[in-house]
């Protein structure tokens, strides 16, 4: 009962949803441009992962990082098939600057389920929230697009660049470098 009741909320809001994850997505986008140690380091972890070899780069957001609130991302080169590989080179680095204000973004959500719903839980706001910053992370695609657009990772074509959910089903193609 209570999973359908999160889903009634979700839906009930979903415009605004939208508008956040919107401005969210902006802000992150944003916050990569103001030059900064981590966002700096992105390009020098995809060339060094990529180091004039054949296969493919996966960037992968760590559905565990949501609940730490650490939000870690998953860098890794495989020379053989995505996932599969036993021990491809990987980095896992954890970018909690681009997620500067999401609290305000939960608040925000809080409040607008408070006017809809007479009883709002803290188990069901922490379950939307959850859901939120996965479609955050989902989201992020646009912004890994931008720096293999804006650095030009590598000089050899060929390698494909796929993002998605560490693991996940949801792993797309956003590039070729």
Known sequence: MEL?????MEESIVENLNDL???????????????????????????ALINSREGS??????????VSESYAFYFGFYEDELFV?????????????????????IIEIEKLLRRKFIRVFSSE???????????IFEKCEVLFKYILEEDKIGKKEGIQ?????????????????
Request: aromatic residues 10%.
């Open 85 to 105: 590989e036993e021990n491809p080179d990987y980095i896992i680095l954890k970018l909690p600057i681009f997620f500067e204000g999401v609290e305000e973004d």
């Open 125 to 135: 706001i922490e379950e939307i929230r959850r859901h939120y910053m996965i479609k």
């Open 57 to 66: 780069l996966i960037i992968g957001f760590l559905r565990s990082s949501i």
């Open 4 to 8: 359908e009741r999160v889903v009634q």
């Open 161 to 177: 660049v796929f993002y998605g959910e560490y693991m996940g089903e949801k792993v797309t193609q956003i590039g070729i470098v």
């Open 21 to 47: 994850l919107e401005k969210r997505i902006l802000r992150i986008v944003d916050n990569y441009q103001k030059e900064n140690e981590a966002n700096k380091n992105i390009p020098d972890i995809l060339r």
